[in-house]
């Protein structure tokens, strides 16, 4: 059964530096999404793409955010200058069609120090 | 605005016991409602998912939910546990104009043996 991957599934990082975080959307879907648990929290919505565009952004997803679907296959989460406050899990997921489930992969346990 | 409420952030049940994980949502339109499971070191799971139609909705592993407009909430049930079924458990609501899901913040299931 196909699923969603993502890459790295641990990452340490100095508070400062740039982060990009991996992922492969199951092939035939065409919506994208990343959502972001911090520890002992739930799970959030961070940005939703579309199209080659995004489709809609929380308020967490300000400017030191970005995402990129630089292939036919890849979906990357850029954090530009990590911050404490960005240690979380982050979890990618894709659907076919917008109002279908969902598939989420494993996540990527980022640490910012 | 919209939300998801789990009122309970753990439960413990011995195992073959029956099972009912809460869930209440806030929400201006009929819901598209989903309960993911999440395992340690694993991504989110789908159990179930309800979109119209018969408001009690079956899903794998043998759990059922039940929607009821009346009460705003989408209970989960499982009539009996088994071991393998502690986790964590999210119930979520899927915002019909933009895709995204909305989660509540997760119930955590001890099973006893």
């Known amino acids: 059964e196909p699923e969603v991957t993502q890459t790295p599934s641990h990452q340490v990082t100095q508070m400062g530096q740039e982060v990009i975080l991996r992922c492969v959307p199951i092939?035939?879907?065409?919506?994208f999404y990343w959502y972001r648990q911090i520890l002992g929290q739930k799970v959030e919505f961070l940005v939703s793409?579309?199209?080659?565009?995004?489709?809609?952004k929380s308020e967490i997803f300000d400017d030191q955010f970005s995402v990129e679907r630089p292939d036919g296959s890849n979906f990357t989460l850029k954090i530009r200058s990590t911050k404490l406050e960005d240690s979380a899990m982050y979890f990618c997921?894709?659907?076919?069609?917008?109002?279908?489930?969902?598939?989420f992969g494993p996540g990527t346990r980022l640490l910012v120090l | 605005a919209q939300s998801v409420t789990q009122p309970d952030i753990h439960i413990t049940v011995s195992e073959g016991a029956s099972l009912e994980l809460r869930c209440n949502y806030s929400y201006g339109a009929t819901p598209y409602l989903f309960w993911y499971v999440q395992s340690p070191g694993q991504g989110l799971q789908l159990l179930l998912k309800?979109?119209?139609?018969?408001?009690l909705v079956q899903g794998i592993k043998g759990f059922e939910a039940e929607f009821k407009r009346s009460q705003s909430s989408f209970n989960l049930r499982k009539p009996s546990v088994h071991w393998s079924d502690a986790a964590e458990y999210f119930c979520?609501?899927?915002?019909?104009?933009?895709?995204?899901?909305?989660f509540g913040s997760g119930t955590r299931l001890l099973v006893r043996p």
């Open positions: 309800y979109f119209s139609g018969d408001t």
């Open positions: 793409f579309y199209n080659n565009e995004i489709s809609e």
């Open positions: 979520a609501v899927g915002v019909r104009s933009s895709y995204k899901l909305i």
């Open positions: 092939s035939n879907h065409l919506y």
């Open positions: 997921a894709s659907n076919r069609a917008g109002v279908e489930t969902q598939y």
